[in-house]
């Protein structure tokens, strides 16, 4: 996918310039984006208070259109499609806690020619401070031109514009992507809207369980299950790259790991094992795969190439090792041992050396997982409750982020702001997943169809 930075003479041209361009290149899973318009007005406008942003009036009536024609997307039309694409928009700026938007259901809709000369009066006197206006056209191939734009009402001037061309059955992505314009330009955030979450879908019993291995957008939709369930699927993982999920499977008993392809929907077999194998988890760079595997008692980690092949052992202590989240830049390996005699967090280098425990602050600690920043490892902390805790990457200034019974499984999301986990129900043993800041105060459930659990962030969409 490539980008087009216009010129500052091309900030005040009209919407329908913006589709004239067409740039990008095919995306995993048949789809494709295109980023047609990228530019800033020069203006700097960065609340870095966070009660700052709680307070901010942001405006996001419907998305306009020039005319109304049928998509694939929705047959009512562009004008419908305009209204669904200011849902989306609004929902993400509510649920992740900073923002308090009003959506489109309780505002006029501005014409086609208003969304670049804004009604400056009608949105003052509704007592907005930022003012969100969008665009959808149809396009003679059937895809979708969307456009988004960020305003100053005290400025009364452009901060930010982006347009893309999607096919219509993604024009969710195009309004995800304008959530991630928005909350970047005003947070000085790096994105998250735009990225997809693979978990493990659980049905049946407690104690016969159907396990199968699903994925979804980062707000729940365009839901997917990828595995039937005759096999047991648990801990699934995004490559860097999106294009697949390795995750672990037990067929006839033995536990095996695979690769699968999301595009094509081919399974790669890595290693299988009469052992008990736990937790893949993928290099930064793609080409390998982490897991931890049990021999004579014994549980330590190993790691191997993603297309299979002899594996290598990089821990070597007596007890059980298992895990591994990789730093960032790909040097070093945050994982959970109870080699001291409970289940506790440590590091090592890639190769295996150097192994140094990081926790000690009572009680166990498991299921670490690397901040995308690079800055924070979160974990789970158990003391009786299991409660999802960060930490400093030297094991310093440990926190709680939740209060529950039993949260588990930390991933971030990709800007490292956002944990997700899940969440099992004391009276009913019901799983689900739910999403906390960093602040600890901002939690919510995000909707499955069924019961949910080993939930994994992946990165933002390429």
Same mark, same amino acid.
């Given at each position: ?98 923002? @308090? ?9 501005? +014409? ?45 001037? +452009? ?24 909350? &970047? ?21 407690? #104690?016969?369980?159907?396990?199968? *291995? ?73 080409? !390998?795969?982490?897991? !931890? ?20 052992? *990089? ?6 090792? %298992? ?12 994982? @959970? ?20 425990? *990081? ?22 902390? %158990? ?17 709680? *982020?939740?209060? &529950? ?32 800041? =960093?602040?600890? +105060?901002?939690?919510?459930? =995000? ?6 659990? #080993? ?8």
């Amino acid at each position: 996918m490539k980008n087009l930075t216009f010129a500052l003479a091309f900030l005040v041209a009209a919407p329908a310039a913006a589709q004239q361009t067409d740039l990008g290149e095919p995306l995993p899973e048949g789809g494709e984006v295109e980023t047609i318009e990228q530019a800033e007005s020069g203006l700097s406008f960065t609340v870095t208070d966070e009660s700052a942003w709680e307070d901010l009036g942001i405006a996001i009536p419907a998305f306009a259109t020039d005319r109304n024609v049928p998509t694939p997307a929705n047959q009512s039309g562009t004008a419908a499609l305009g209204l669904e694409l200011a849902r989306v928009v609004t929902a993400n700026l509510r649920n992740n806690g900073l923002f @308090e938007p009003t959506g489109p259901d309780s505002l006029p809709r501005p +014409e086609f020619a208003q969304i670049t000369s804004p009604s400056w009066t009608t949105w003052s006197n509704r007592g907005a401070e930022m003012l969100v206006h969008g665009y959808v056209r149809g396009r003679s191939d059937g895809r979708l031109t969307v456009g988004c734009y960020l305003y100053d009402m005290a400025l009364q001037s +452009e901060l930010v514009r982006e347009g893309w061309v999607v096919p219509a059955a993604d024009w969710r992505r195009a309004a995800h992507k304008c959530s991630d314009l928005i909350y &970047s330009r005003l947070t000085g955030e790096s994105p998250f809207f735009d990225s997809r979450i693979a978990y493990i879908a659980e049905t049946g019993p407690k #104690d016969n369980r159907t396990k199968r *291995l699903a994925i979804m957008d980062s707000d729940g939709a365009n839901h997917r299950f990828i595995t039937t369930g005759r096999s047991t699927a648990l801990t699934p993982r995004y490559s860097p790259d999106y294009r697949q999920l390795v995750y672990l499977s037990y067929v006839d008993g033995n536990p095996r790991i695979y690769v699968y392809d999301i595009g094509s929907g081919q399974q790669t077999l890595v290693t299988q094992s009469e052992n008990p194998t736990f937790a893949p988890r993928w290099t930064p760079d793609g080409r !390998s795969i982490l897991y !931890s595997m049990a021999v004579n008692g014994n549980t330590d980690i190993y790691r191997v190439s993603a297309q299979g092949g002899q594996s290598t052992r *990089l821990t070597d202590a007596p007890g059980i090792d %298992i895990g591994g989240s990789y730093s960032p830049d790909g040097t070093k390996i945050v994982f @959970e041992s109870d080699r001291s005699g409970s289940q506790q967090i440590y590091v090592m280098n890639a190769d295996g050396s150097d192994q140094q425990r *990081l926790s000690f602050f009572g009680g166990r600690a498991a299921t670490p997982e690397w901040s995308p920043r690079g800055d924070q490892i979160a974990f789970t902390h %158990i003391t009786g409750d299991f409660r999802v805790a960060v930490m400093n990457t030297n094991g310093r200034n440990m926190r709680y *982020l939740t209060n &529950s019974w039993q949260d588990e499984a930390p991933t971030w999301a990709p800007n490292g702001r956002i944990v997700q986990f899940f969440r099992t129900e004391r009276n009913t043993g019901k799983t689900g997943l739910w999403q906390v800041d =960093l602040t600890g +105060e901002n939690e919510r459930r =995000l909707p499955t169809p069924v019961d949910a659990s #080993d939930p994994a962030w992946g990165p933002i969409l390429p």
